[in-house]
């Protein structure tokens, strides 16, 4: 009879038969084991199905001809020092006392970590007014400096000098025009004697019914005299006002002009009348003005005369080149004037400009380079001021000229080439001038409304200011720089005021056009118009 000892090595089973005459014990199977496999089999360990390690002398097949042990190989180990190792980790853990008791409760049975939160709560609720109260005096005391920082910006840049010859040149206009008057009055017999000798006065005095009078006030004097100066002033004035006889239609009253306005820069103008008497009066402007009374149509020449002393002295401020057509005066004047919608000056201007030109050529290259630097401002300051502009230049053009102009435009689309060049060259313009920046302000442009970027880059930059064949980029920057400085826009005129430093605009070339533009917004009493902005380094 044979008995079977069934060996579960797991994942495999091993069936051994021995010989039922004789005892089996656990050793005879470890022989077994190392007969029919490896020697490696002999540090292996045998149990019970329960679990129970048995011995090598343990006797198997008791009552049954079958036995079910468990085969387990024995593995190197080592001297148990992981446990140690534990021991030595729970001992440092239990030197490090705990100082966090938040997982406690407290005498009423709330958690620390509750209390805490609530007690950090208060705190907060407490401190809450502070904090706003720190949060307004930092915004006040914010608010301060930036406008305490921007009242230098606002001064007017006078210059000393232009001051004091203008109020030189006010008092030589009244002391001219008060020994005009007394050489003219009636009451002095040589004056009387002439005045009624010539043809003219003749004339005069034989109308009749037609004949209206109108009595001309020269000027007066300041409101804050006393009233004995008021006194004397009207005494004055009714010594030296003149009956004018004027022959005409309709019914006419007296005319009284009490305050002439700023008389700056106006002495040559007067003095030059005053010394050319014609028989019976003065002839200004295609007027025949009697005894006295020639004042009056003179108004009518002087602020352009002033205009073209102010107009005359702009080249000698710029210095910047030495061929007319190469240089920006005019066309940073022509911008000033447009903005401030003064397009009847821009044919003075133009006059001024093109003094001394006799190439038809170099006519052609000024006419279309002011054309174009008013044009490019358009975006800055409107379409209806630069079409009033350019219609007043049109009108001083003179016809030979005007035929050799374009009748084409500059900026063509005719194909989808065009449109992509357009862009191109406005995306160029965008990052030459804020560089670094670029990327940021598109990206505020496309933020507050994603058709202002759209049209601000293939509109503004791509069409009007990209284009370089008669206004020259630097130039274009001087441009925008002035329309913004005369509308008092510092937060658009500082981007700007680098991108024409990118271009190449020297320190020299931005204050000459700072002088430029704080003499005319003077001339024309703009007041609200900011200066350029400090470098920062």
């Given at each position: 009879?044979?008995?079977?000892?069934?060996?579960?090595?797991?994942?495999?089973?091993?069936?051994?038969?021995?010989?039922?005459?004789?005892?089996?014990?656990?050793?005879?199977?470890?022989?077994?084991?190392?007969e029919?496999?490896?020697?490696?089999?002999?540090?292996?360990?045998?149990?019970?199905?329960?679990?129970k390690?048995?011995?090598d002398?343990?006797?198997?097949?008791?009552?049954?001809?079958?036995e079910?042990?468990?085969?387990?190989?024995?593995?190197?180990?080592?001297?148990?020092?992981?446990?140690s190792?534990?021991?030595?980790?729970?001992?440092?853990?239990?030197?490090?006392?705990?100082?966090?008791?938040?997982?406690?409760?407290?005498?009423?049975?709330?958690r620390?970590?509750?209390?805490n939160?609530?007690?950090?709560?208060?705190?907060?609720?407490?401190?809450?007014?502070?904090?706003?109260?720190?949060?307004?005096?930092?915004?006040?005391?914010?608010?301060?400096?930036?406008?305490?920082?921007?009242?230098?910006?606002?001064?007017?840049?006078?210059?000393?000098?232009?001051?004091?010859?203008?109020?030189?040149?006010?008092?030589?206009?009244?002391?001219?025009?008060?020994?005009?008057?007394?050489?003219?009055?009636?009451?002095?017999?040589?004056?009387?004697?002439?005045?009624s000798?010539?043809?003219?006065?003749?004339?005069?005095?034989?109308?009749?019914?037609?004949?209206?009078?109108?009595?001309?006030?020269?000027?007066?004097?300041?409101?804050?005299?006393?009233e004995?100066?008021?006194?004397?002033?009207?005494?004055?004035?009714?010594?030296?006002?003149?009956?004018?006889?004027?022959?005409?239609?309709?019914?006419?009253?007296?005319i009284?002009?009490?305050?002439l306005?700023?008389l700056?820069?106006?002495?040559?103008?007067?003095?030059?009348?005053?010394?050319?008497?014609?028989?019976?009066?003065?002839?200004v402007?295609?007027?025949?003005i009697?005894?006295?009374?020639?004042?009056?149509?003179?108004?009518?020449?002087?602020?352009?005369?002033?205009?073209?002393?102010?107009?005359s002295?702009?080249?000698?401020?710029?210095?910047?080149?030495?061929?007319?057509?190469?240089?920006?005066?005019?066309?940073?004047?022509?911008?000033?004037?447009?903005?401030?919608?003064?397009?009847?000056?821009i044919?003075?201007?133009?006059?001024?400009?093109?003094?001394?030109?006799?190439?038809?050529?170099?006519?052609?290259?000024?006419?279309?380079?002011?054309?174009?630097?008013?044009?490019?401002?358009s975006?800055?300051?409107?379409?209806?001021?630069?079409?009033?502009?350019l219609?007043?230049?049109?009108t001083?053009?003179?016809?030979?000229?005007?035929?050799?102009?374009?009748?084409?435009?500059?900026?063509?689309?005719?194909?989808w080439?065009?449109?992509?060049?357009?862009?191109?060259?406005g995306?160029?313009?965008?990052d030459k001038?804020?560089?670094?920046?670029?990327?940021?302000?598109?990206n505020?442009?496309?933020m507050?409304?994603?058709?202002?970027?759209?049209?601000?880059?293939?509109?503004?930059?791509?069409?009007?200011l990209s284009?370089?064949?008669?206004?020259?980029?630097?130039?274009?920057?001087?441009?925008?720089?002035?329309?913004?400085?005369?509308?008092?826009?510092?937060?658009?005129?500082k981007?700007?005021?680098?991108?024409?430093?990118?271009?190449?605009a020297?320190?020299?070339?931005?204050?000459?056009?700072?002088?430029?533009?704080?003499?005319?917004?003077q001339?024309?009493?703009?007041?609200?118009?900011?200066?350029?902005?400090?470098?920062?380094?």
């Amino acid at each position: 009879m044979i008995h079977q000892a069934i060996l579960n090595a797991s994942p495999d089973t091993i069936c051994l038969p021995f010989n039922s005459a004789q005892d089996t014990t656990v050793g005879d199977v470890k022989q077994r084991l190392c007969e029919d496999y490896t020697d490696g089999l002999g540090a292996v360990i045998v149990s019970s199905l329960g679990g129970k390690i048995l011995s090598d002398d343990h006797v198997l097949f008791g009552s049954s001809n079958t036995e079910q042990l468990n085969l387990a190989i024995r593995l190197c180990g080592g001297k148990g020092g992981f446990g140690s190792m534990l021991r030595a980790q729970g001992g440092r853990m239990n030197a490090q006392k705990t100082t966090n008791f938040e997982a406690c409760r407290d005498l009423q049975g709330r958690r620390i970590k509750t209390v805490n939160e609530a007690k950090k709560l208060e705190e907060e609720l407490e401190a809450l007014p502070l904090r706003e109260q720190e949060k307004r005096e930092r915004l006040e005391k914010k608010i301060a400096k930036a406008l305490k920082e921007r009242e230098p910006r606002k001064h007017l840049f006078d210059d000393n000098e232009f001051l004091d010859n203008r109020e030189q040149m006010v008092e030589g206009v009244k002391n001219a025009v008060s020994d005009a008057l007394k050489r003219s009055h009636p009451s002095s017999s040589a004056s009387t004697s002439t005045v009624s000798e010539s043809p003219a006065y003749k004339r005069q005095k034989t109308q009749s019914a037609s004949t209206k009078k109108v009595a001309v006030s020269v000027f007066d004097d300041d409101d804050d005299s006393d009233e004995d100066d008021e006194d004397d002033e009207e005494s004055d004035q009714e010594e030296t006002t003149t009956s004018i006889p004027i022959k005409g239609k309709g019914k006419a009253s007296t005319i009284k002009y009490a305050k002439l306005g700023d008389l700056a820069c106006w002495v040559s103008v007067a003095a030059v009348c005053f010394q050319t008497p014609i028989s019976g009066g003065y002839k200004v402007s295609s007027f025949w003005i009697g005894d006295g009374s020639f004042f009056f149509p003179l108004l009518l020449l002087l602020p352009n005369m002033a205009l073209a002393s102010l107009l005359s002295e702009l080249p000698k401020v710029y210095k910047a080149s030495t061929s007319i057509t190469a240089e920006a005066w005019y066309i940073v004047a022509a911008v000033v004037i447009t903005t401030l919608n003064r397009p009847q000056d821009i044919p003075q201007l133009y006059k001024q400009a093109s003094t001394g030109l006799s190439s038809p050529t170099e006519q052609e290259t000024l006419v279309l380079r002011l054309k174009e630097g008013i044009f490019k401002s358009s975006p800055i300051i409107g379409l209806p001021k630069v079409i009033n502009a350019l219609s007043q230049l049109n009108t001083a053009v003179p016809e030979d000229i005007k035929q050799r102009l374009p009748t084409q435009s500059s900026r063509p689309i005719s194909e989808w080439q065009d449109v992509l060049e357009h862009r191109q060259r406005g995306a160029a313009l965008f990052d030459k001038i804020y560089e670094r920046h670029a990327s940021r302000v598109r990206n505020n442009l496309e933020m507050d409304y994603p058709d202002l970027a759209q049209v601000a880059l293939e509109d503004t930059y791509g069409r009007v200011l990209s284009p370089i064949d008669r206004v020259d980029a630097l130039d274009t920057s001087f441009v925008v720089l002035v329309g913004l400085m005369v509308q008092d826009l510092p937060s658009q005129l500082k981007g700007h005021y680098y991108g024409a430093i990118h271009h190449g605009a020297t320190d020299q070339q931005l204050g000459n056009l700072q002088i430029i533009v704080e003499r005319l917004c003077q001339f024309y009493n703009h007041r609200d118009y900011c200066s350029l902005p400090s470098k920062i380094k």
